[in-house]
């Protein structure tokens, strides 16, 4: 795996959805049985979204965020679609965690948040078991994307690219997105001052924390990713 590969085994993809080279057909019209997968995947996000104050949008934009990100850095068409897919599914595990812990209107203190954390590891046990390269490239993500480049992340302390690359991707989309959302305990920001927090810091936030090419992508790719709606 280099720096422009995201899973394994890429080549020549049958289906740009699901990643399948021998994607099985379903129903009369042959189509790849990941069409089905979609319904089972809107179920997915629509219960986790229905516990957490972020919102259905935020998922989907950070899929959009990741992807353009990948592009920047050189990733091919195929792996970008499917890393765009897969992104969508990040905090799944929080659909699992304990009543309460979800829909808080302040930031979380130590106990909640030690809880919280948990939703990295419940989501790749969510995904452990799919055989689409799209759902274990999702299990990738929702396992690592909250470690972060200097070794200071959850779950595994994992620093620089020991971190896979979609993991890194995702964690600097999955920030931005959330400094321009509104959410009960802050405000949303504009996109340029979003930029400016990634790139300098801030009180909770240290550009230490993240992979310095995907960084320098963000840049890159700045009025493409501003251009997004929220």
Request: hydrophobic letters at 45%; a negative charge; proline letters at 6%.
């Given at each position: 795996?280099?720096?422009?590969?995201?899973?394994?085994?890429?080549?020549?993809?049958?289906?740009?959805?699901?990643?399948?080279?021998?994607?099985?057909?379903a129903g009369a019209a042959g189509r790849c049985i990941c069409a089905l997968h979609d319904e089972a995947l809107e179920g997915l996000v629509l219960r986790a979204?229905?516990?957490?104050?972020?919102?259905r949008d935020h998922p989907v934009r950070v899929g959009h965020i990741a992807a353009l990100l990948a592009e920047v850095l050189g990733i091919e068409a195929p792996e970008r679609a499917l890393l765009r897919r897969a992104a969508v599914l990040h905090d799944i595990g929080k659909m699992a965690l304990p009543e309460g812990v979800l829909g808080h209107s302040h930031v979380l203190d130590p106990a909640a948040r030690r809880v919280m954390e948990?939703?990295?590891?419940?989501?790749?046990?969510?995904l452990a078991h799919a055989r689409a390269p799209w759902m274990q490239l999702a299990a990738t993500i929702a396992l690592n994307h909250h470690e972060r480049w200097d070794g200071s992340g959850y779950p595994a302390g994992l620093a620089g690219e020991e971190i896979p690359l979609a993991a890194r991707l995702?964690?600097?989309?999955?920030?931005?997105?959330?400094?321009?959302?509104?959410?009960?305990?802050?405000?949303?920001?504009?996109?340029?001052?979003?930029?400016?927090?990634?790139?300098?810091?801030?009180?909770?936030?240290?550009p230490a924390q993240f992979d310095p090419q995907v960084l320098a992508a963000l840049q890159d790719c700045a009025a493409a990713v501003g251009a997004i709606e929220h």
């Open positions: 795996m280099n720096a422009v590969t995201l899973i394994a085994s890429h080549a020549s993809l049958a289906c740009p959805l699901c990643g399948l080279r021998d994607a099985p057909a979204v229905a516990l957490d104050p972020e919102g948990r939703h990295t590891t419940l989501g790749a046990s969510i995702v964690a600097v989309a999955d920030v931005y997105d959330a400094l321009r959302s509104d959410r009960p305990y802050k405000a949303p920001l504009e996109h340029d001052e979003a930029l400016a927090r990634l790139r300098d810091g801030d009180g909770r936030i240290a």
